[in-house]
């Protein structure tokens, strides 16, 4: 994520925004998972420090972080039916909307932040994730 930002950056034009791909273990623990978490807490540092580096420029930085999203990506997990069941059923368990988010959903996060609607939105880090990070 370093590396790519450093080389796109001389590409975006003054007034863009940058967008950083996060994850709940920004905030929580996961079991076997402190480099994943120290990763993403990582990303979200790096939000806040860029969006101060680079407000000369007007660019805004911020973090999605998706939660359980229903996609194609599950069916290479390689769960039986069973285990993908109890996969789901653990996973649901630990957030509040009781459902998978989509991956529209996480587009129109990212549309928004891209958006001159976010203007004075900058360093943050935007749980879509069913309020899973906020319990």
Not at 11 to 26: H, M, Q, R, T, V
Not at 31 to 36: E, F, K, M, R
Not at 110 to 118: G, K, R
Request: glycine letters at 8%; charged letters at 20%.
């Amino acid at each position: 994520m370093l590396f790519s930002v450093q080389k796109v950056l001389p590409l975006i034009a003054d007034g863009g925004s940058i967008i950083l791909n996060g994850g709940a273990s920004s905030v929580k623990g996961i079991p076997a998972g402190s480099v994943l978490c120290a990763t993403r807490a990582a990303n979200r540092s790096f939000a806040r420090c860029w969006s101060m580096d680079l407000k000369e420029r007007k660019i805004r930085v911020n973090v999605i972080s998706p939660g359980a999203i229903d996609t194609r990506a599950w069916e290479k997990l390689g769960f039986n039916e069973e285990q993908k069941q109890v996969f789901i059923s653990q996973m649901l368990s630990t957030q509040p909307i009781n459902r998978f988010g989509t991956a529209e959903e996480v587009a129109r996060v990212a549309l928004f932040l891209a958006s001159d609607d976010s203007s004075y939105i900058t360093g943050i880090e935007i749980f879509v994730d069913g309020g899973h990070a906020q319990i």
